[in-house]
């Protein structure tokens, strides 16, 4: 288990954009899948974005080309740009990393945004 701390949520307004962040407590390989969920309230969770081990991209067809995911292996970081932010009561957004081989995923603590009009 890896410890991820997320930052960048809060509280804008409708077409505003967000970038989320999630660090990792230690060395992350390029090799290492990561991504974004995205839990809204009444839903179910989902995953909004995606790195393969092979570094391919992958999007939710609710953010494609809105979201962006990216990453820093440098700063041990990742984002989620989020643009043309959409009016939601409140989303609970999730990071994860997974072992570069698979056998174990870590989890950040979760950051919530909220769109208002």
């Known amino acids: 288990q890896v410890q991820l701390v997320e930052s960048g949520g809060g509280l804008v307004q409708a077409g505003v954009s967000l970038r989320l962040s999630c660090a990792a407590a230690?060395?992350?390989?390029?090799?290492?899948?990561m991504g974004w969920y995205r839990k809204a309230t009444g839903k179910q969770r989902e995953l909004v974005a995606s790195i393969s081990r092979g570094g391919s991209t992958n999007y939710a067809d609710s953010v494609m080309g809105r979201f962006t995911i990216s990453r820093d292996n440098t700063k041990n970081t990742w984002y989620m740009q989020m643009n043309s932010l959409k009016i939601v009561t409140t989303d609970a957004y999730s990071c994860?990393?997974?072992?570069?081989w698979g056998g174990g995923r870590s989890w950040g603590q979760g950051t919530q945004a909220a769109v208002t009009s």
């Open positions: 230690g060395s992350i390989s390029s090799r290492n899948p």
């Open positions: 994860y990393l997974d072992k570069k």
